[in-house]
């Protein structure tokens, strides 16, 4: 009965492929999120989605593009992957876009080598 | 520019003692207050709101400071299994930006 799930939980990759990771929700959550957390452990926005609309595209390159079939599900794809792309990937949801709680999943850790 | 500090520790504190961290936060236009923790290898989760006449949990007390910007967290009686590193989070009610975290302040209590 897991909130928030994302699948794989680990994943070790080289330089220049393709991968997703995909996530899902079942909190009946209007809005999703995906948040990286680098190794000096900051974590920080790069997309979320509301009712299937892209509401915020923080600065992240363009080889990182989010996916939502429905309201319930948001997977991320990373293009070219680079060294400097290994970090957690946490994805997220909260009711709604307005500064409530949000609920993670239990992360991504992403390696590229 | 939305910025939460945080003073990233770590605090190395005895079972049992009692502590405190704060955060502030640089937008006075910030309308949720939140406290989440995370242990080593794990996700984030909430701790505790912040509302503005101060609220307690347990042993945790959370405290919101408007007119300074800043939020503390107390914890009493502190045991073992509080160590992890506590995340300042901040929201705007209304807005598509979703939450802002804090780098974090790591706790480590010892036996």
């Known amino acids: 009965d897991t909130a928030v799930s994302q699948t794989p939980k680990y994943l070790v990759t080289q330089m220049g492929n393709d991968k997703s990771i995909k996530c899902e929700q079942n909190?009946?959550?209007?809005?999703m999120y995906w948040y990286k957390q680098d190794s000096k452990k900051f974590l920080k926005i790069m997309f979320s989605y509301n009712n299937k609309e892209l509401i915020i595209n923080e600065t992240v390159p363009n080889r990182f593009s989010p996916k939502s079939p429905d309201k319930a599900h948001l997977n991320l794809h990373i293009n070219s992957l680079e060294l400097g792309d290994s970090a957690v990937y946490f994805c997220?949801?909260?009711?709604?876009?307005?500064?409530?709680?949000?609920?993670f999943g239990e992360g991504s850790w992403l390696t590229v080598v | 520019r939305k910025e939460v500090e945080q003073d990233p520790g770590p605090f190395n504190v005895p079972e049992g003692a009692t502590v405190a961290f704060n955060c502030t936060y640089s937008n006075s236009a910030s309308q949720s207050f939140f406290w989440y923790r995370q242990d080593c290898r794990k996700e984030p989760k909430l701790l505790m709101s912040v509302y503005s006449s101060g609220n307690e949990d347990g042993r945790f007390t959370a405290q919101l400071n408007r007119a300074s910007q800043y939020i503390s967290l107390l914890i009493r009686d502190s045991k073992l299994s509080d160590s992890a590193t506590y995340l300042c989070?901040?929201?705007?009610?209304?807005?598509?930006?979703?939450?802002?975290f804090g780098k974090g302040t790591h706790l480590i209590i010892q036996p």
């Open positions: 909190l009946g959550h209007d809005t």
């Open positions: 989070v901040v929201g705007f009610r209304g807005s598509a930006d979703g939450l802002t």
């Open positions: 997220a949801s909260s009711q709604d876009a307005g500064g409530n709680t949000i609920y």
